[in-house]
């Protein structure tokens, strides 16, 4: 989402906001009344190399991408099988920062949403990246950190949200916050989206949390692992894959790192955690077809 950014402060950076955003094709086509309040619905990824993201993200997942003229830099909309799975926007880094793919949260179907739960954020001590503003043909969004230092975004879909269904190969499948305090987080979040918030309970002594609406899985919180001292709370989106550790072996062919190797989760999929050649992480799942779609979204 064009204009949402915003250079932030835990080793990943975004895009300074632009008055002037174009215009963009809604999310969701054809137009839908439906909306996922708490879902996570759209990601952007801020990059210094638009060409190599392209290249990148097309070969290893089969996205095809549009360009769309912007005032304020490069701006590519990321498409599967003619669905939008995200957009690509260029900068130039500054010191000390990293690509990102940026979070984006459905915050219903009202445009004053976004600004009633960009409020309600900065009550709970969130700061505020990007005011709310409209994005034309696509919806009204705003830019946060939350009280641990997270970003993530608001989004107000003016053509309605992505439906209830399992994730294909190549789409976003699970979104997970790691944070210092995955419990105050989770209220956090509570208070903004009315999730139902479930513990983990085999997982022993630390907080791994699930958050839900509408029945539906739409996030983990987890605690910042502490063996990487140098990783800041942040939002990790997912790819559904076919085969995770061939995957892996594809981003490492083709320039990228591999941060967590392939393993197994409690759920019974394959997760690996990669970075793509620019440096921007992101996650893989390996989703067993015959699990529960609740369990995926």
């Not at 709370?233 to 061939?246: C, E, F, G, H, Q």
Request: glycine residues 10%.
């Amino acid at each position: 989402m064009l204009g949402l950014g915003v250079l932030v402060c835990s080793g990943a950076a975004a895009a300074p906001g632009s008055a002037a955003t174009p215009d963009l094709p809604g999310l969701v086509s054809p137009v839908t009344s439906e909306h996922h309040v708490g879902k996570v619905i759209f990601a952007e990824l801020v990059t210094p190399n638009m060409a190599a993201a392209k290249r990148f993200y097309g070969s290893m997942f089969g996205w095809t991408f549009r360009d769309i003229p912007a005032s304020s830099g490069l701006f590519a909309q990321a498409s599967l099988n003619g669905d939008i799975v995200g957009g690509i926007l260029q900068r130039k880094m500054p010191p000390g920062r990293r690509p990102a793919w940026l979070t984006f949260i459905s915050s219903g179907t009202a445009p004053d949403s976004v600004d009633r739960l960009n409020a309600m954020a900065m009550q709970q001590g969130a700061k505020v990246l990007v005011q709310p503003h409209d994005i034309a043909n696509f919806g009204r969004g705003a830019l946060l950190a939350d009280s641990q230092g997270a970003v993530f975004g608001l989004l107000a879909s003016s053509s309605g949200d992505p439906a209830d269904v399992q994730a294909d190969p190549g789409e976003w499948i699970w979104s997970s916050l790691i944070t210092t305090d995955p419990t105050a987080d989770a209220g956090f979040y509570k208070s903004l989206f009315g999730y139902d918030v479930f513990t983990l309970l085999d997982a022993g002594d630390a907080q791994h949390l699930i958050v839900a609406s509408d029945g539906f899985a739409r996030a983990s919180i987890n605690p910042l692992p502490s063996d990487r001292p140098g990783v800041h709370p942040r939002w990790v989106n997912y790819i559904r894959v076919a085969d995770a550790a061939a995957t892996v072996a594809k981003v490492t062919a083709a320039g990228g790192q591999t941060v967590l190797a392939p393993r197994v989760d409690r759920h019974g999929s394959t997760i690996a955690l990669v970075a793509d050649p620019e440096g921007a992480l992101f996650g893989l799942m390996e989703w067993p077809e015959d699990a529960a779609a609740e369990s995926a979204k």
